[in-house]
């Protein structure tokens, strides 16, 4: 089974939550790395998602470190949504 890794990186302007993530995150930009495993059998090229991952600080007092936490995808997509439709500042 061929595996690929994209990574891509997501912005948010005001601090939130991901389910999963016991703290508040800071406005600002993450990287995400999803891995994708091939689907066998099919005449055509096609992946299926198996993991998303975000690279967060480490929480305290070990903030210059970095920690790759493992979320679900909706719950990124939910928080990417909250984060969008927040009043601006």
Do not use: N, W
């Not at 005449?43 to 493992?70: D, H, K, L, N």
């Amino acid at each position: 089974m061929t595996m690929r890794t994209r990574r891509e990186t997501v912005h948010f302007r005001h601090p939130f939550r991901i389910k999963g993530i016991d703290r508040q995150l800071a406005p600002g930009a993450y990287e995400i790395i999803t891995d994708e495993e091939t689907i066998e059998g099919l005449s055509f090229p096609c992946f299926r998602r198996v993991a998303t991952m975000i690279m967060v600080p480490g929480a305290p007092p070990q903030r210059s470190a970095m920690e790759m936490i493992s979320i679900s995808s909706i719950d990124l997509s939910d928080a990417q949504r909250i984060d969008a439709s927040a009043p601006r500042d």
